[in-house]
């Protein structure tokens, strides 16, 4: 390739990045119904009927998430108290439609999700200390 074809080629992947990060949406609460559904599906080898119950289950709870995140009354604590209830909530219809196999796998990766967030709010936090008393 000619050197003088380069600094075009850059342009182009400048470009092209550019246009695909203002491409970037939030997704919306039947968005994440969907991945969650699939994701779900595939792990759980989940049938057509079980599939549809937990799409709605999931679609539900988004949607009422995502309220609640809009709620400009909800103090941070509230709306963490409104999360809680929302994912117990969810729990207890997964348990309505899933196998008893299924669920204690669902719930694994749950617990094991959880553990790996707080593990990264506990690196977070040290590095934040360690900052503060190297001032």
């Known amino acids: 390739m000619k050197k003088k074809n380069w600094p075009i080629i850059m342009l182009l992947l400048l470009t092209v990045f550019s246009a695909r990060a203002q491409q ?7 968005d994440k119904a969907d991945k969650m559904s699939d994701k779900l599906y595939r792990e759980l080898d989940l ?3 079980q599939n549809k ?17 809009k709620d400009t009354s ?10 809680q209830t929302l994912d117990a909530e969810r729990s207890n219809r997964f348990k309505t439609v899933l196998t008893p196999a299924q669920y204690k796998k669902w719930n694994d990766w749950e617990l094991k999700k959880k553990e ?13 200390q360690a900052r503060k008393a190297n001032r």
Request: glycine share 0%; net charge positive; aromatic share 2%.
């Open 24 to 30: 970037k949406t939030k997704w919306d609460a039947a």
């Open 47 to 49: 049938t057509k009927e």
């Open 53 to 69: 119950k937990i799409h709605d289950i999931n679609e539900d709870i988004s949607r009422r998430r995502e309220a609640a995140k």
């Open 74 to 83: 909800l103090k941070a604590r509230d709306l963490m108290k409104v999360r």
């Open 116 to 128: 790996q967030l707080e593990a990264k709010m506990d690196r977070k936090q040290d590095k934040r």
